[in-house]
């Protein structure tokens, strides 16, 4: 059975990705009215990533015989004045989760709950590609600047990435 501690840290988590996939399907409706249908394909399979994030955890509460009360999601932002501002919100967002499971392994280790500090790497190392991903699509925003046939490549780019359900833990 999981400590109390543990699993409200958990529940913490779970509202956090979903806020996220809430986030990125905000901003995959802004892409959208811009009709940059690639930026709109890239935060779509981030969209279904942070669900996969929330159900990893989800499912996993639930193994360890913990309770999930599921709590509002905040409402995201809807106006951003640039691609690249978006972006600077992502890898903003992306680092304030990557500090978010680091604190969420802290109350692992306070607990003493090694497994769940086991199952919470995988999330570290996720966040790690996330920052990675990102940080490499706002590096090419900002050399593109104003430059739309330089965006309209991007766009191409960006409508390769697919969705490939993650083997969470
Ligand atoms: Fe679930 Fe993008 O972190």
Redesign the pocket.
């Known amino acids: 059975m999981i400590n109390e501690k543990m699993e409200k840290a958990f529940l913490e988590q779970i509202n956090a990705?979903l806020f996220?996939e809430y986030l990125y399907l905000s901003m995959k409706a802004y892409f959208a009215n811009l009709n940059l249908t690639g930026f709109v394909n890239w935060m779509d399979v981030?969209v279904q990533?942070?669900r996969a994030?929330a159900m990893g955890m989800f499912d996993y509460l639930l193994e360890r015989g913990g309770k999930v009360v599921l709590e509002k999601i905040e409402k995201p932002e809807s106006n951003w004045n640039s691609p690249l501002d978006v972006f600077k919100a992502v890898l903003k967002h992306?680092e304030y989760?990557t500090s978010r499971i680091n604190a969420l392994m802290d109350v692992a280790e306070e607990t003493k709950d090694r497994a769940a500090l086991a199952f919470l790497n995988w999330y570290l190392k996720?966040?790690v590609e996330?920052e990675a991903n990102v940080s490499g699509v706002l590096a090419q925003l900002e050399m593109i600047g104003e430059d739309k046939n330089g965006l309209l490549a991007l766009d191409k780019e960006l409508a390769a990435r697919t969705f490939v359900a993650p083997v969470i833990g």
């Open positions: 990705e996220s981030q990533e942070e994030h992306e989760i996720e966040q996330e």
